[in-house]
């Protein structure tokens, strides 16, 4: 049996644990439903996983891959508001196709799979690490030019940054009446600086009660 033999497997039947997931939920899913979405024996995926928990962690490993190439293809010496920009553009990118709501509903599953599964844990930790140390590098890099707050911490800034697409994907999972073109403009807006149209001069007074 080749390796890419192996890879092919291995993504029919992750594809198939997609959709069994979508349609009956991650508890209500056994393995030989995924096995049969797949066209494959009963007993075939346990060749290539070991359990339905070591399907989400691939999948959860997948996300990660994905995640790393992202940034992989930043040009780090752009300009911060450039960067950001691109960053925007690139994770809600999924958000404008067809099947988003679907895509949205999974990755709650996977989330809540995660707080039981270790290893699914382990790498979807892993995920939101990378995805912070990468940010909070820009961040720095940012402050250094004069460009963002010196006082503000890097991470909490990429954790906030990040949060901006959770947001959505809860959102879409839940099937809100959510304009992604629009949330898209408002997040740049705001990891950018753009939202507010102007800067106070001096603080106003606070009026406190007596």
């Keep these: 049996m080749t390796e890419a033999h192996v ?10 644990a997609r959709e069994c997931f979508l349609e009956r939920g991650f508890h209500a899913t056994k393995i030989q439903d995924i096995a049969k979405r797949a066209g494959l024996s009963t007993g075939a995926p346990y060749r290539y996983f070991e359990s339905k928990d070591d399907i989400v962690a691939a999948m959860c490993s997948e996300a990660l891959d994905r995640h ?8 780090i ?10 960053l925007t ?3 809600l990118a999924a958000a404008h196709d067809p099947g988003a709501e679907d895509s949205a509903r999974l990755t709650l599953q996977v989330w809540e799979e995660s707080t039981h599964s270790e290893r ?3 790498v979807l930790r892993s995920d939101f690490k990378m995805i912070h140390t990468q940010v909070s590098k820009i961040v720095s890099n940012a402050q250094d030019r004069g460009e963002i707050d010196s006082d503000l911490d890097p991470i909490s800034v990429a954790q906030t940054m990040v949060s901006l697409v959770l947001g959505l994907i809860v959102q879409l999972a839940a099937g809100t009446d959510i304009n992604v073109d629009r949330y898209e403009e408002s997040t740049r807006s705001l990891v950018t600086g753009r939202l507010w149209t102007s800067t106070p001069s001096a603080e106003e007074p606070v009026n406190t009660p007596v």
């Excluded at 890879?7 to 198939?16: D, L, P, V």
């Design 7 to 16: 890879e092919a497997r291995r993504n029919q039947i992750i594809e198939a």
């Design 68 to 75: 790393r190439n992202r940034f992989g293809a930043l040009d």
């Design 77 to 86: 010496d752009a300009a911060s508001r450039a960067i950001f920009e691109e």
């Design 89 to 91: 553009s690139v994770y």
């Design 120 to 122: 699914a844990g382990q």
